[in-house]
């Protein structure tokens, strides 16, 4: 058990501890300062070069679906990787045990509420889950919230307000089957998940007067950690936008059924933020009402970026448990809800 | 990764974030709305590395580093090891490669004969056109197209001049815009069928057009099924690509 054990999944509950000594540290580390320099030049150098097979319609495309979902996503990953190093700075443990109920069941749907306070998209709430977790924040209530923020904070609703005007129908499913969604997944984990498939690392508790350092050091690590992954769901994401075409999609748009599961897969595909899903989803106007909320509900909660950025944070052996089940219970409330609502 | 590097991406990365946000390139890959938090996010990103650097200099100059900073504490045997070098941090590197050769330019031809257009039907009754300047009236090609569904009897009569790209069809070509409701990941095209002999012959795909001309009958596109708006072109001529070429 080290510390160092970079993203691999290891399925006992790990305690950071310090690892073994780098012994060739100062080597080592010339040597990642200089490729990085070197790539980076050979960049430019190799420019005139590239233009060639960079040229393609295909090819261009994709960079800029790819270089988009970053871009778009970065600003919300530095704002969580903010607060999961102000909670991990600022926020003795104590604080989260008095406001979260004691009893586990009770604690998910409050952790869930509590993602109305989380302006942000879904990028953002990976870090702040895993600063929770780290913080001693039962998982169950931690993932609640991690489901339940991005899908049902104000920005988001005000959002799906404007994309569906004079339809408020759409607003209130969206808070239900988002919210519903979390909570049956924070109850599922409490009933059957198992801690030992989650790799996080508890965090240091800050010593007195070093907490600004501590908050810096810490965002910097989650930034460093999580923008990897961001960029690798942004490679999977940008090649599926290109390679799948769109029509794809739309040729299903007529049959209830098929229209749910491909509306649910493009939300998964297209990993774009959930403050402006709304209005691709009020886009989609040949599809039916429960296979716009499904692409809604489903986005927030499960697509490509995430699913990395979940990877990265969580491990691989929760993730390829946590978000299969997330989106078969995305999928099944949606059409509940939207039978019921809309 | 080690801290000096570390310390280099973050700056590498926040500089990339904050060239993208000040210049007009973020307007090829999200909303302009997304500006302010682009700069923001660059400025605190190269905030980030160069305390980092700072540290690094202080630390090789024999100041000690306060617990909970990198520097010395990796050394420590007792210390919280908060360092793990992500070594999935390397990724960062694939973006600022392409932006530094690449650059990709906003979506085109390419990406919009890939998608099919849809309008959504108005909130409100859409506004009568406004008054033309310089022999026609300008509109962009979403309220075209928004018009020619739901409000056709708007455009009788009326000489329009709009912007865009050509998507070539077959022997026909369509011009263009891409919208988009986040980022370029969600752009959808509105493409409007060009008619008549002065639409002939098809400039090249991706070039700026500004065309004028009538509202004419919907029709598919030749060899396609369904109909889509057709203009009526009385001329064509090239333009500059648009500062923002993404419409709505």
């Not at chain 1, 990787?81 to 109920?101: D, H, M, Q, W």
């Not at chain 1, 984990?189 to 600004?212: I, K, M, S």
């Not at chain 1, 509900?297 to 299969?324: C, E, H, N, S, Y």
């Not at chain 2, 569904?149 to 000489?159: I, N």
């Amino acid at each position: 058990m080290t510390s160092i054990d970079q993203g691999r999944a290891v399925p006992v509950l790990r305690v950071d501890e310090p690892g073994p000594l780098p012994v060739d540290r100062r080597r080592r580390g010339l040597a990642s300062t200089e490729v990085l320099f070197l790539v980076v030049l050979a960049a430019f150098l190799l420019r005139p070069l590239l233009s060639g097979p960079a040229g393609s319609p295909a090819v261009q495309t994709w960079g800029t679906v790819f270089v988009s979902i970053s871009v778009q996503a970065l600003p919300f990953l530095f704002l969580g990787v903010l607060i999961s190093g102000a909670i991990t700075a600022f926020v003795p443990p104590s604080v989260f045990t008095r406001l979260l109920p004691q009893n586990r069941a009770l604690a998910v749907p409050v952790a869930g509420a509590a993602g109305l306070l989380l302006p942000g998209c879904e990028c953002g709430s990976v870090p702040v889950a895993g600063g929770l977790l780290a913080r001693g924040v039962t998982p169950a209530a931690a993932f609640a919230f991690l489901l339940a923020a991005p899908a049902i904070n104000p920005i988001v609703l005000v959002a799906t307000a404007v994309a569906f005007p004079g339809q408020p129908e759409y607003v209130a499913a969206r808070f239900v089957a988002s919210l519903g969604t979390a909570v049956i997944i924070g109850w599922l984990w409490v009933r059957f998940g198992d801690e030992r498939w989650l790799r996080f690392t508890a965090r240091p508790v800050a010593p007195h007067g070093a907490r600004l350092p501590l908050f810096v050091e810490t965002a910097r690590h989650d930034f460093l950690h999580a923008g990897g992954f961001l960029v690798l769901g942004a490679v999977l994401a940008a090649t599926l936008n290109v390679v799948v075409p769109r029509g794809l999609y739309e040729s299903v748009a007529s049959d209830p059924v098929l229209a749910v599961l491909a509306l649910s897969l493009l939300a998964v595909v297209m990993s774009i933020c959930s403050e402006a899903d709304a209005f691709v989803a009020a886009s989609l106007t040949e599809f039916s009402p429960t296979a716009k909320l499904a692409f809604m509900v489903v986005g927030p909660m499960v697509d490509l970026k995430l699913i990395a950025l979940q990877a990265g944070t969580f491990g691989r052996t929760f993730t390829i448990r946590f978000a299969p089940t997330t989106l078969l219970v995305a999928v099944g409330l949606s059409t509940l809800v939207s039978w019921w609502l809309l | 990764m080690n801290r000096e590097a570390q310390d280099s991406l973050l700056l590498l990365v926040g500089a990339m974030v904050l060239q993208i946000g000040l210049t007009d390139l973020h307007l090829r890959y999200v909303k302009p709305a997304m500006q302010p938090l682009l700069i923001l996010t660059g400025l605190g990103l190269v905030a980030v590395g160069a305390l980092g650097v700072v540290r690094q200099v202080r630390g090789s100059a024999g100041v000690q580093g306060f617990e909970g900073d990198g520097g010395e504490r990796e050394e420590q045997p007792g210390g919280h090891g908060q360092h793990r070098q992500p070594r999935t941090a390397w990724l960062l590197v694939l973006p600022l490669l392409i932006m530094a050769t690449v650059t990709p330019p906003t979506l085109g031809a390419y990406a919009a004969a890939r998608g099919t257009t849809t309008v959504e039907p108005p909130e409100f009754r859409l506004p009568p056109l406004p008054a033309p300047t310089n022999g026609a009236i300008d509109v962009t090609l979403t309220d075209y197209y928004s018009r020619v569904l739901y409000d056709p009897e708007s455009l009788q009569g009326a000489t329009l001049r709009m912007t865009g790209f050509v998507t070539p069809v077959g022997a026909e070509w369509f011009v263009t815009r891409m919208r988009l409701s986040c980022c370029a990941a969600d752009g959808r095209p509105v493409k409007v069928l060009t008619d008549g002999p002065a639409s002939r012959p098809a400039p090249p795909a991706d070039t700026w057009v500004e065309v004028v001309g009538t509202v004419t009958a919907a029709r598919p596109p030749a060899g396609e099924d369904d109909p889509v708006a057709v203009l009526a072109v009385s001329s064509v001529i090239g333009a500059p690509r648009p500062t923002n070429a993404y419409e709505g």
